[in-house]
């Protein structure tokens, strides 16, 4: 099997009803951004007002997330009484911001909490039977899950014969059967009325603490005691939101881009966390890429509470020992997930063409790293891909996909070989006997192509055409006021035909900068990752741009970073 080597182009399409130039009127902006609104399904002045200058006042209900009454009755009990709740946690930065983010406000209003937070070689993924014994072992009596426990039918049964009121919270897709527990908080719930399903682990756990703090408002509790403001809450937010992928749009883009700012003042944690990560300006990349990371390596590699413990901690001495630490977690994981991905490579190289899906196994690779591994073979080659570790005759998978095919639904059909499996339609974990992963390899391979009758190309989503002498100052940064961008709200992209690609220099070895001329006008590019490509530039080009401001030495330029190119059509 070949890397993919070309992109589909294609321009989003606005909605039949939507007139760009009638929006741009009426909100005060250019033709262009009411064009990029417009092709994200944005029609009317109300649904921009809306996108552009939403407020956390317009949050909707808690209590319409079915489940809500009986967990936060549980918990208002659990603190009228000083029972301590237990918080089980996940691995990952949803799961470990989750979990931070429950613990620091129930220690905040004078609850008692203990955290678990599994570790991924010895517990695996979801709700841990030991902690649930060790938890009922220790007098626990209330367990709240985050991030996790929606598909933990065995786990639940357990926390009722231990005498433990579980409370789930979770964001993935619900099994047919749910499990019983004291309370079930999920938005993909049947019969669940919330109005925004999207929501991280973390945004769950957020609106469970505004239910929380409401009904206890109502009962007087916070009458000689502070009211914690949960705006400050949403750095973790965030964190975990921008972490798990989730489409930033609806509450998820509101949540975040609040976030986003209280992340830029900073707790002690993520204070050290961005100087050992080298980040100034805090935005969606820099979480996605460069803060999350190294609170996932700690889970990867050691002990993701180390994470819960940075994001918890009021000491920034020990934040900066925390942050160190992690940051040595993080080049322990980028050097393993090298080795794996050139393994992985390797074995993908003997596939043929003719399969729809990429399913492979070692027992050499880390099981902390085969996601991120699976993440990168699904960009180089275009399949849903399942990475497998084996130990001891169980294989602990990763899967990742394509926009093509529902990740979760594919599982669904190969449940007869798994032991155990979850995620949602763009990522997934499963268990399995290693006997068993020849045959996951023809149901997978088989369940793919009843979604995906032929292979696809990755597709570029883009903008329209635009000029040059379009992209000023002052529309890149009105343009700049649709972030955050993520999954569902992708930063404009822009089609510039016919461009000359002038003084073109090499930047780190794999990177390439230059000039786009375009008639009399010109714009400087970055290329990251073209420099193998670097002899296509010597003809005419179309370019696939984002357009971006860079700050140098306190001066404000337009710059276009680059996503891709092809010769252009016609020269002129």
Not at 130 to 152: F, I, K, T, W
Not at 342 to 369: C, K, N
Request: charged share 20%; proline share 5%; glycine share 8%.
């Amino acid at each position: 099997m070949e890397p993919v080597a070309q992109r589909l182009w294609q321009a989003r399409v606005s909605g039949p009803t939507t007139d760009p130039i009638n929006l741009a009127d009426e909100l005060g902006v250019t033709v262009l951004t009411a064009r990029v609104l417009a092709q994200r399904g944005i029609a009317t002045v109300a649904d921009a007002e809306q996108f552009l200058r939403s407020r956390l006042a317009t949050l909707p209900d808690p209590f319409l997330l079915r489940g809500m009454e009986a967990g936060v009755s549980r918990l208002v009990t659990a603190l009228e009484s000083g029972e301590t709740i237990a918080i089980h946690g996940d691995y990952d930065v949803d799961g470990i911001s989750a979990t931070a983010l429950l613990v620091e406000f129930l220690h905040s209003i004078g609850g008692t909490v203990s955290y678990h937070i599994p570790l991924r070689l010895k517990d695996g993924y979801g709700l841990s039977a030991e902690a649930l014994e060790q938890a009922a072992a220790s007098g626990v009596r209330v367990v709240v899950s985050v991030d996790c426990g929606v598909s933990a039918h065995a786990e639940a049964d357990l926390a009722r014969r231990l005498g433990l009121d579980l409370i789930i919270t979770d964001h993935h897709q619900p099994p047919q059967r749910l499990p019983s527990a004291c309370a079930l908080i999920n938005p993909h719930q049947p019969d669940c009325p919330f109005p925004d399903k999207r929501l991280a682990g973390v945004g769950v756990a957020f609106f469970l603490l505004i239910a929380l703090r409401g009904r206890l408002r109502e009962q007087g509790y916070f009458t000689d005691r502070s009211e914690p403001d949960l705006r400050h809450a949403l750095d973790l937010v965030a964190l975990g939101t921008i972490a798990d992928m989730v489409p930033l749009t609806g509450l998820n883009r509101l949540l975040t881009r609040v976030g986003l700012q209280v992340i830029a003042g900073s707790r002690p944690g993520l204070r050290a966390l961005r100087a050992v990560a080298g980040v100034d300006e805090v935005d969606c990349s820099a979480v996605g890429f460069r803060l999350a990371p190294r609170l996932n390596a700690a889970g990867r590699i050691e002990d993701a509470a180390l994470g819960v413990e940075l994001l918890l901690t009021a000491d920034q001495g020990e934040a900066e020992a925390i942050a160190t630490r992690l940051d040595v977690c993080n080049r322990e994981r980028q050097e393993l997930e090298q080795r794996t991905l050139i393994e992985a490579s390797a074995l993908v190289a003997e596939l043929p063409e003719s399969v729809h899906s990429i399913v492979l196994a070692s027992s050499d690779w880390h099981p902390g790293v085969i996601g991120i591994v699976a993440s990168r073979l699904v960009e180089r080659f275009y399949r849903p891909t399942i990475l497998l570790s084996v130990e001891n005759g169980t294989a602990r998978g990763s899967a990742r996909s394509t926009r093509d095919v529902h990740l979760y639904q594919a599982l669904s059909a190969c449940s007869p070989v798994l032991t155990g499996f979850g995620g949602h339609a763009a990522a997934a974990g499963m268990t399995l006997s290693a006997a068993d992963i020849d045959a996951l390899r023809t149901a997978f391979d088989q369940a793919v192509q009843s979604q995906m009758a032929e292979v696809q190309q990755p597709l570029l989503e883009h903008d329209g055409e635009v000029l040059l002498e379009e992209l000023d100052a002052a529309t890149v940064e009105e343009l700049a006021e649709l972030a955050p961008f993520g999954i569902g709200n992708a930063a404009p992209l822009f089609r510039v035909c016919q461009v000359r690609a002038m003084g073109v220099q090499s930047l780190g070895g794999s990177h390439l900068r230059f000039t786009a001329r375009q008639d009399a006008y010109s714009l400087p590019c970055i290329a990251f990752g073209f420099a193998p490509r670097r002899a296509e530039l010597a003809t005419c080009v179309d370019l696939l741009v984002t357009p971006e401001i860079n700050i140098w030495k306190g001066r404000r330029s337009v710059q276009l970073r680059v996503r891709d190119w092809q010769p252009t059509t016609v020269e002129g």
